[in-house]
């Protein structure tokens, strides 16, 4: 079965730094999924890849599938107060099929300090 | 954006009761629907998919029934969590994917529900 392995698992940064999240699988990814949440509450959709070597922005974040389409990454530039959260990556379980589950990394906690 | 709506958000039951949680996809279909339990500081794992009209299909290891799903419409799944004991008490979140033809691939999370059982 696919899983996936995200790095670091929490992070603390200042204000204003930059930071990266890491999600590897140990198979070919169809569907990598970023989402944010907060302790507790439900789970925000940052963004979805599918191609290799795709890249997508949404203000201050970025998220990259490599060529192979094995490792996501995502960046945060400037990092503020209102980006702390629980940020997961997930993938389809089943690669040819666009309506199943999502299987889900670990999370990576993000503090942001002031 | 789409919405899926989770009811209720946070419940207390006695150990030995049942508990009936609701999602609901607001402005979409969704022929399928997922049930997920969250544990603290952990991800979310998978505890069965949800099917509109016919028998939900369960994670190995959980147990069908214990956590009784119901699709019984294109907008509503229930996950009923039965004879409840205090290690049942989790959060459970439920995700939905537009099956309307909108294009739409993403999943749809609920704001989940906190189920303490005492």
């Known amino acids: 079965s696919q899983e996936l392995e995200q790095s670091p698992q929490s992070l603390i940064v200042q204000e204003g730094k930059n930071l990266t999240i890491n999600c590897t699988s140990s198979?070919?990814?169809?569907?990598l999924y970023w989402y944010k949440q907060k302790y507790g509450e439900g789970l925000i959709f940052l963004m979805m890849?599918?191609?290799?070597?795709e890249e997508k922005s949404h203000e201050k974040i970025t998220a990259k599938l490599d060529e192979k389409k094995q490792q996501s990454s995502l960046h945060i530039t400037a990092s503020q107060p209102s980006h702390a959260g629980i940020y997961l990556c997930g993938a389809r379980r089943l690669s040819n099929q666009a309506g199943t589950a999502l299987i889900f990394g670990k999370g990576t906690t993000l503090s942001v300090s002031s | 954006g789409a919405v899926v709506s989770q009811h209720p958000s946070w419940v207390i039951c006695k150990s030995g009761t049942s508990v009936k949680i609701e999602c609901r996809s607001l402005?979409?279909?969704?022929?399928?629907m997922f049930w997920y339990r969250q544990f603290p500081k952990q991800s979310l794992m998978l505890m069965a998919t949800?099917?509109?009209?016919?028998?939900?299909?369960?994670e190995q290891g959980v147990e069908k029934d214990k956590f009784l799903i119901n699709h019984a419409s294109l907008t509503l799944s229930t996950l009923t969590v039965t004879s409840a004991h205090p290690e049942d008490s989790s959060f459970y979140i439920c995700?939905?994917?537009?099956?309307?033809?909108?294009?739409?691939?993403?999943?749809?999370f609920g704001q989940g529900t906190r189920l303490t059982v005492v």
């Open positions: 995700s939905a994917r537009d099956s309307g033809g909108s294009g739409r691939t993403e999943a749809f």
């Open positions: 198979k070919t990814l169809y569907g």
């Open positions: 890849l599918q191609k290799g070597g």
């Open positions: 949800s099917n509109e009209g016919s028998k939900a299909t369960y």
């Open positions: 402005d979409f279909q969704a022929t399928t």
